[in-house]
């Protein structure tokens, strides 16, 4: 199994959410995170591109809450069904790790 | 639509480096994720705004980079593994076409690592390469771009050679007559255009106003395709007419760009003109004709006027016939004006022709300065690229496990040194797109901070020509700080799988490169540092020299008089206003003249001295009419010989005053007092008079930096002059309630009149904006190279006390002196500081007498300056090498010891 890489899982923690846009992928993440976490442009939209390419998120029509930006309207992304699959099995694997740290008294519960 | 947005646009630029099919499916939302970013980090202040900048250019480069790339072939099947970088190196680099691609990702993902080094190099190099760009944009605006007409390659100006003009100056002024001749046989020209400027007083709509015109022959606006944005341009029937064109920033300031203005109506110095359209914004009317900077065209009027051979104040400009050479342009115009200025035509002030090319005599003497000023920045690059050479190094050094570990593995050394310039590579580009940004700014400065008189300001901009240098220029210095360093690593690397044993040697030799780093960036700052000396020097010498009289508290109020005034009323108008003047408060005196110090002389003539050197020539003059106070006024001295008397002043006499220039040229050992001067050319016959010399004064300044021209003197009363100045004397503190004293007395006087007030002192400063501009200009580069200078020497030797850190451990373990290791380490650097130092004097010397032949007056054999500038950068330099070596010194033995062994 291939490892995930870090900005990947970020993104697919932000969509498991609900449908977002570009922007609003990069607040949220760097809200969760509290700011460690930051986002580019260039280096989003790649993943985005990466992740479509892939199959694992898809752009949706936008909610109706469309902020009144006055803006182009945006494109959104939600995740598909094998975007939550990867998601599901990443954070399993992640959680095997930690219970297994856990378990020799690695990391304090 | 929201206005121009050069940040957006920038970015907007900057996506073209992204893949096609990327861009068209996201640009839109990265540049609003880009304009939402930015709002945000801009509530976050100034600091803020910068971070968002530089995280965004490496955030899109990188990302442009990887997808440009990246692994296209993976997209398909799963996440790609992001492995340590060593590890998976060597298969790939065996595969066959890795190639360029490969090294520059690899150089990628190795830079990543070390975000303060990749820092510090983008910037030094946005630094260079950005002052490089604006100046080359500056450059090719102004030299290299033609002039913005049709055809402009083919046009000419077209002016008289004066006598006592040197030969190859600029064209003198075109009478009427002698352009009607010339426009009746053209010759090789296929059009021929005349331009005369003039002043007026604009009346009968809110303040009077004073404003430039400019009066033009048919044909003008077609030759230079202006255009109208309002009404029409001039046509050959308006010839003679009361009708105008406005300048388009004319329209705009006084009229708000009210279309409405049309076939309005508007009194010229009493005269109704109407309007009849404004011209269009993109239209730059010809610098050197007389009156381009005119808020109002007006027609000539050659058709219905009589040709005049006696006024000169007209630029011609001719456009050749495509078959035709300058230089039958040159040879017509001689043969034309021979005609009626030949040896056999008497007396005359024509000595033939000057024809150069229009955009020769528009850009003038700036071609050298501008050139002079590229030249330094890339002096400055050059540092620049030394500094970054001197880290790689180092860089390149720290690394040789890693590179020892990857060539064991198979990675040849032509792999090696690819990856390794892939890095210099990406380093070069980034630092191009950040000095891109760089340029952007420094243009806008400049061309806000310019003083007037710079030759097609206007039309600077940073364009694709400038960002395809930029982009040149990147990649021109990655290879030239790139190379060297990426050989060495490389080679070095090779050897030490084999064993430790040649340490010793590459040890030595990179000291050797080392020292010619330093060597290298210290003569190029010296060379730069002693060309702004010099300039410095001069502005102090200019600033503190004695211009000959007092300039503290002067303030001058110049008057242009209607032309309906008659002779004797304008004479008793300055006598009367004289008068007043010394009763306001605060005058300790006034006086009347047509002409300032550091302002333009009113009245030039030719005049003949007698008895003299060069005897039976004439030379043109500027004449002075001052009034009897103006020499105690100004605070002049005499030289020799007596002030005007009251017969004198009354003008009974035919006394005149010179100054020790004119009486020097000419009567250098007897002296100029009891000496003639013939007014006139030397051959007209004896009708126009002839004058004493009663005094002689010490020269006064006329143009700082400039040699003082020969001046007569006459008393006011004498010659018939309509605009003159009544300057007054008072204590500085009082100044701003004198200045205001005169306006209301100016206004009592003549109500509708507009009036200049200026104080000597700000003419001072005006004539001095140049010279200090360049100053400025040149000392920040000086200073600037400086700094590079001494952060590289800085580094360059922290270094290589870092990789000493033993031996200086075993030396002070061994109980070696802590002065002694600092000494060592000192004169490590201090020996090619010292090198770089006279070889940078050396060099500064020979080109500093290219620069005195070719920029503002620079002395070259300026001891003092070449004494300071080569100890300060010695000092500035022996202080980057000693800080590292003071720390080196306070190793701790122990500690040095355990670690490294």
């Known amino acids: 199994m291939d490892r995930m890489t870090k900005r990947t899982l970020q993104i697919l923690l932000s969509l498991a959410e609900g449908p977002l846009h570009g922007y609003g992928i990069k607040q949220n993440i760097a809200r969760r995170t509290g700011g460690a976490v930051n986002l580019g442009s260039g280096t989003l939209y790649e993943a985005i591109q990466r992740m479509e390419i892939w199959s694992w998120i898809e752009e949706v029509p936008p909610p109706d809450r469309e902020p009144p930006s006055g803006g182009p309207p945006r494109r959104f992304f939600a995740l598909t069904a094998a975007g939550q699959d990867a998601l599901s099995e990443e954070l399993q694997r992640m959680d095997e790790i930690v219970r297994y740290a856990r378990g020799r008294d690695l990391l304090e519960a | 639509m929201a206005s121009f947005d050069p940040g957006r646009s920038l970015f907007r630029r900057l996506l073209r480096l992204y893949p096609r099919n990327f861009r068209e499916r996201f640009m839109e939302e990265m540049l609003e994720f880009f304009r939402e970013e930015r709002a945000e980090a801009s509530s976050r202040g100034f600091l803020g705004l910068c971070r968002f900048w530089l995280c965004t250019l490496t955030d899109l480069l990188f990302s442009a980079f990887r997808m440009r790339t990246g692994g296209k072939p993976n997209l398909h099947t799963q996440p790609r593994r992001f492995g340590p970088g060593g590890a998976h190196l060597t298969s790939q680099a065996r595969r066959p076409g890795g190639g360029m691609m490969l090294d520059l990702k690899q150089g990628a993902t190795s830079l990543r690592r070390s975000p303060g080094f990749v820092a510090f190099v983008v910037s030094t190099l946005a630094l260079g390469v950005g002052a490089t760009t604006a100046v080359f944009s500056v450059l090719d605006a102004v030299l290299l771009r033609p002039l913005p007409y049709p055809a402009s390659s083919r046009m000419m100006l077209i002016g008289t050679l004066i006598r ?45 106003e004073r404003i430039h015109l400019a009066r033009i022959s048919e044909g003008y606006f077609e030759m230079f395709g202006a255009r109208p944005a309002l009404g029409r341009l001039l046509l050959p029937e308006d010839d003679g007419l009361r009708v105008m064109v406005l300048s388009h920033g004319f329209w705009q300031d006084r009229y708000g760009g009210d279309p409405s203005v049309l076939g309005r109506t508007l009194t010229l110095d009493g005269e109704a003109f109407q309007v009849i359209g ?67 035509k008497g007396a005359n002030f024509i000595q033939g022709s000057v024809v150069v090319d229009l955009k020769e005599a528009t850009v003038g003497a700036m071609g050298r300065t501008l050139s002079v000023a590229l030249a330094s920045v890339f002096f400055l690059l050059i540092i620049g690229c030394v500094n970054v050479a001197g880290l790689l190094l180092t860089r390149g050094a720290t690394r040789q496990a890693e590179l020892a570990i990857r060539s064991a593995l198979g990675a040849g050394r032509c792999r090696l040194v690819g990856q390794l310039m892939g890095e210099s590579l990406i380093l070069g580009l980034a630092g191009g797109a950040l000095g891109a940004c760089v340029a952007y700014g420094a243009v806008d400065v400049f061309r806000k901070v310019t003083p007037g008189g710079l030759p097609r300001l206007t039309e600077v901009t940073v364009d694709h020509r400038a960002l395809a240098f930029t982009l040149s220029v990147s990649l021109a210095a990655a290879i030239l700080f790139g190379l060297v360093p990426a050989v060495r690593a490389a080679r070095s690397a090779g050897n030490s799988v084999s064993g430790m044993a040649r340490r010793a040697t590459q040890g030595q030799r990179a000291a050797r490169l080392r020292g010619a780093l330093i060597l290298a960036e210290t003569a190029l700052a010296v060379i730069l540092t002693v060309g702004s000396g010099l300039m410095v020097h001069e502005l102090v010498r200019l600033t503190t020299a004695d211009p000959g009289f007092r300039p503290g508290g002067l303030v001058g109020i110049s008057f242009r008089l209607p032309r309906s005034m008659e002779r004797e009323e304008w004479q008793s108008f300055y006598g009367t206003f004289l008068e007043r003047t010394q009763g306001l408060p605060g005058i300790q005196s006034s006086a009347v003249t047509t002409h300032l110090p550091y302002g333009q002389y009113a009245l030039v003539q030719i005049m003949t001295p007698r008895d003299a050197r060069y005897e039976g020539e004439g030379a043109w003059l500027p004449t002075v009419l001052v009034s009897r106070d103006y020499f105690s006024t100004m605070g002049i001295r005499l030289a020799s010989g007596r002030w005007f008397s009251e017969a004198d002043l009354r003008g009974e006499t035919d006394g005149i005053i010179v100054n020790q220039a004119l009486a020097s040229r000419y009567w250098p050992s007897q002296g100029a007092i009891g000496k003639w001067i013939k007014s006139g050319a030397p051959d007209l016959e004896e009708d126009e008079g002839s004058f004493e010399i009663v005094g002689v004064i010490a020269d006064v300044t006329a143009q700082p930096g400039q040699a003082v021209p020969e001046e007569i003197y006459r008393p006011y009363r004498a010659e018939s002059w309509r605009n003159m100045t009544v300057v007054a004397r008072t204590d500085p503190e009082t100044l701003d309630g004198v200045t205001a004293g005169l306006r209301s007395l100016a206004r009592e006087s003549l109500p509708d009149l507009p009036v200049t007030i200026t104080t000597v002192q700000s003419l001072f400063r005006e004539a001095m904006a140049r010279p200090r501009f360049y100053t400025v200009l040149f000392a920040s580069f000086g200073a600037l190279a400086l700094v590079l200078a001494a952060v590289g020497i800085y580094g360059t030797t922290a270094f290589a006390t870092r990789s000493r850190t033993r031996e200086i451990g075993i030396r002070l373990a061994l109980g070696a002196d802590r002065s002694r290791v600092i000494r060592r380490m000192v004169t490590r650097s201090g020996i090619p500081v010292g090198i770089g130092v006279i070889i940078g004097l050396a060099c500064a010397f020979g080109l500093s007498q290219l620069l005195s032949s070719f920029l503002y007056h620079v002395p070259s054999r300026d001891g003092a300056t070449y004494v300071a500038v080569g100890l300060f950068v010695l000092i500035v330099g022996l202080t980057a090498a000693l800080f590292p070596a003071a720390s080196a010194s306070r190793i701790d033995p122990a500690t040095t010891l355990r670690e490294e062994g």
């Open chain 2, 278 to 344: 404004a011209l269009s914004p993109e239209f730059i009317p010809p610098e050197v004709l007389p009156g381009s900077g005119a808020a109002a065209w007006l027609p000539m009027g050659l058709s219905v006027g009589e040709p005049d051979r006696s006024s000169f104040g007209m630029g011609v400009v001719g456009r050749r016939q495509i078959q035709s050479t300058p230089d039958d342009g040159r040879a017509h115009v001689g043969r034309v004006l021979s005609d009626d200025y030949g040896p056999d």
């Open chain 2, 164 to 208: 006592g003009q040197e030969p190859g100056g600029s064209p003198g002024p075109y009478s009427s007559a002698d352009f009607l001749d010339l426009r009746a046989d053209p010759g090789p020209f296929e059009v021929l255009v005349a331009q005369e400027g003039s002043r007026a007083v604009l009346t009968g709509q809110g303040d009077p």
